[in-house]
């Protein structure tokens, strides 16, 4: 990566939606060490991921405004004046997405419209980078899957990621709106959800690893990548800084591919104890299972020079020590 971040975004002002999440506060983190102006936006929804615990040591160093990005009428004032925006605000949970579909299409499609609009009338100059999923893929038809392959969401969820995607990449044709996207494979690090399985299923299981119980497998042959929080993190730096990215869609992925029966082996290894159980996946989420997954990155490196740097047993060896610190803010 020959972009200099600093040069790109010191005395920058820069919005991120969802900026008290995982991946949001990690991202803040980095631009306040840059000596970017950083505005977070958050609507603190208890099932959405928003934890003040994330801004710890930041929080006089950004600005935090507690608002929804369905509020379509507070959006202009956000936007005006920004020169980049990284729109990770997002409803993430695929069983959620089935149960209550409407607040899934509110959230991941009419608002990511509604932010689009609100960047056309207000600031047509800002940089958007929108994180988007490789659950749009759906069930793959090969491996591993590129920007190529088909969209095939078996999810609302996935649905209403892919049309936020679409809105974003047409204001960029339509509008000039210099937005581009990011697919992001299992994110994983300090500040990721633990206390449920709506972001990731890992998650629970590093929570049960600290609380000294058992955690449940599903399957455990599925095949998945991992990408670590400082990896998603440059490559979201590295869309927002370079010019090449706009109007495009990237994959990221992870260094290493894993089953889940592997993955749970590794972490009780690092751990130095643990078990866990290998259970039937449950009927109702097989419906919207895509089996084995991992995500060819190569545009990405080739266009913008990211590659992940962060080996998988690094990764869970540092998330799992940050959570035998930090577990009882975030259950």
Not at 36 to 60: F, K, Q
Request: glycine share 10%.
């Amino acid at each position: 990566m020959a972009v200099s971040f600093a040069k790109v975004f010191a005395a920058r002002r820069v919005l991120i939606t969802g900026g008290a999440g995982f991946i949001g506060s990690n991202l803040a983190r980095r631009l306040v060490r840059l000596g970017a102006t950083v505005t977070l936006v958050d609507s603190m929804i208890p099932e959405y991921g928003g934890n003040l615990r994330n801004l710890a040591g930041i929080e006089r160093k950004v600005s935090l405004n507690v608002t929804d990005v369905r509020q379509a009428h507070g959006l202009p004032d956000l936007v005006q004046g920004q020169h980049f925006l990284f729109n990770l605000a997002g409803q993430t949970s695929h069983m959620d997405s089935m149960t209550d579909p409407q607040t899934d299409l509110e959230i991941n499609a009419k608002a990511q419209l509604s932010i689009l609009e609100a960047c056309r009338r207000h600031n047509s100059r800002i940089r958007v980078v929108f994180a988007s999923t490789r659950q749009i893929y759906g069930r793959p038809d090969y491996l591993p899957v590129d920007e190529k392959h088909p969209a095939r969401p078996v999810d609302v969820n996935g649905i209403n990621k892919l049309a936020g995607e679409s809105y974003h990449l047409l204001y960029h044709e339509v509008h000039g709106i210099r937005s581009c996207v990011l697919r992001l494979t299992n994110t994983i690090g300090p500040g990721m959800r633990v206390k449920d399985a709506r972001q990731t299923f890992l998650g629970v299981w590093l929570r049960c690893l600290v609380e000294g119980c058992p955690f449940e497998v599903w399957g455990g042959g599925q095949i998945r990548d991992f990408t670590y929080i400082d990896d998603a993190v440059d490559a979201l730096l590295l869309a927002a800084a370079s010019p090449a990215a706009a109007g495009r869609v990237f994959n990221l992925g992870g260094r290493e591919r894993i089953s889940l029966r592997g993955l749970a082996d590794l972490l009780i290894e690092i751990n130095g104890g643990g078990r866990y159980v290998t259970r039937t996946y449950p009927p109702d989420r097989r419906k919207i299972d895509i089996g084995d997954f991992y995500a060819d990155y190569g545009l990405i490196e080739r266009t913008l020079g990211w590659r992940p740097r962060t080996r998988l047993r690094t990764a869970l060896a540092r998330t799992l020590a940050y959570y035998r610190r930090e577990l009882r803010h975030y259950v």
